[in-house]
């Protein structure tokens, strides 16, 4: 499909006609197929798609504004010139209200002919650029920028910037919420691609039914509710990078499919009979370990070795909690903007208690964590009232005392010593703010005090 000629369907009941435009096109550059009744070109229409049609108004049967009708209904996209030797205001008028592009009179000038159509598909070409950047606009939900300085992220940077310029297919490998897409659009944006479609699918979030047609397209009539021709998402990335999250969760039957697209650069759309040849490139990412699925027969071995030519990894944040400053910084200044309520302070107890915080979810999970702290705090400072529960009150004890030994033990005083620890744990984090400290165990101060005296700790900093 790159670098691929305008397709024109010419439709007229003289064969002369239909002759003369099908070698004039062929001239000027472009596929031309002929019909010579409304029929017959609403089969071809069927069976592909055309960027232009040229129709003469009156013929035998149904006529060119029926065809117009028609095209309009089942593929809007394609632009219509109408043909007349009869060149009255009133057909001129209706044709163009029913969707006509603009229309040309017998006898007309090959010249004319020949503007109208560059026009009609510099038209088309502007709505599908249109189309096209609308699509990525909804699809960039999150910065695309990395952020980091340690040495386990830097590894990430050095090896996108390796293998950007490539045309090796690449799999993003890490936990769910380290930031797999931000890597992909990294790779797309380094790469000669850049200024092409870049097309993210969540292969997870797909219905396992409509995942086909959503990746390779369809025709008209392939099932129910496929009312127009329409190209899949790989014929959309043409030029650029398709991204698809979550490849682990792909069935096998596709898994096939996709493995054929891999290897002979071809998609043919559900209910076709013709492939198309795309010029992608493939990123795929990952939270399952694919080798182990390759071993439990869930995931086919031939895709996963043409997938993983060259695996990124992306670790934890726990992995690089260094970069925890950082990315708080950025996430503060990108929400302080998008919700316009002014940040410019965090709490010194407020940061710890985020920098001692294991994050499960990764960078999401800190994003979001800052997305609510932003929004809920007041004064333009992030205190330690707006920090979600999970943060202020870590669900975990002390393993060495919260275990039965062997040959028993005694329950108040090992309850007494893990609540002794607890107790010094947030005294540590709160720098010994007694009051800081009550808030992060849920407990009033006056409760707090009295546990600190229970267990001699009163004298505690």
């Known amino acids: 499909m790159s670098e691929q000629r305008a397709r024109i369907l010419v439709v007229d009941d003289e064969r002369s006609m239909r002759e003369f435009l099908e070698i004039f096109f062929a001239r000027e550059g472009y596929d031309a197929v002929t019909a010579g009744d409304v029929d017959t070109a609403l089969l071809a229409l069927d069976a592909d798609d055309f960027d232009v049609v040229i129709s003469d108004v009156q013929m035998p049967g149904r006529g060119g504004l029926d065809l117009l009708r028609a095209i309009k209904d089942s593929a809007p996209e394609t632009v219509v010139i109408m043909i007349t030797a009869f060149a009255t205001t009133e057909t001129a008028i209706e044709a163009m209200k029913e969707g006509a592009y603009d229309y040309v009179t017998k006898p007309f000038k090959v010249d004319e002919l020949r503007l109208v159509v560059e026009k009609a598909l510099e038209k088309k070409l502007l709505s599908s650029e249109n189309r096209r950047l609308r699509s990525e606009l909804e699809s960039h939900t999150r910065p695309r920028t990395m952020v980091g300085t340690s040495e386990a992220i830097q590894q990430v940077y050095r090896l996108v910037a390796q293998v950007a310029p490539t045309k090796t297919n690449v799999l993003i490998s890490g936990e769910s919420g380290t930031g797999k897409e931000l890597v992909a659009r990294a790779i797309h944006d380094q790469s000669e691609r850049g200024q092409h479609p870049f ?190 529960p999970a943060i202020l009150a870590p669900r975990s004890t002390p393993e060495a005392t919260s275990r039965l030994p062997a040959e028993g033990g005694d329950l108040d005083g090992m309850l007494a010593q893990v609540e002794r620890e607890l107790l010094r744990e947030a005294l540590g984090r709160t720098g010994g703010v007694k009051k800081k400290a009550a808030m992060l165990l849920g407990v009033s101060f006056r409760s707090f005090r009295y546990r600190l005296e229970k267990l001699g700790l009163d004298d505690s900093p």
């Open 199 to 388: 097309i993210a699918v969540n292969c997870g979030a797909i219905p396992e039914n409509l995942l086909e047609s959503e990746l390779f397209g369809h025709v008209r009539g392939a099932f129910t509710g496929a009312i127009e021709n329409r190209a899949g998402l790989f014929e959309c990335a043409e030029r650029g990078t398709i991204f698809l999250d979550e490849i682990g969760e792909i069935p096998l039957p596709l898994q096939v499919k996709l493995l054929r697209v891999i290897q002979d650069r071809n998609v043919r759309r559900v209910g076709g009979s013709a492939d198309e040849t795309v010029d992608v490139r493939i990123v795929a990412a990952t939270n399952r370990d694919l080798q182990e699925e390759v071993g439990a027969g869930r995931f086919r071995e031939d895709l996963f070795y043409r997938l993983n030519v060259i695996q990124v990894h992306l670790p934890a944040l726990r992995e690089r909690m260094e970069d925890i400053p950082l990315l708080v910084q950025h996430f503060v200044a990108k929400y302080t903007l998008e919700l316009g309520r002014p940040v410019d302070r965090i709490d010194d107890d407020v940061m710890a208690l985020i920098q001692n915080y294991a994050f499960p979810g990764n960078v999401r999970e800190l994003e979001n964590t800052i997305e609510r702290a932003v929004a809920l705090s007041q004064g333009g400072t992030i205190h330690l009232d707006v920090l979600p």
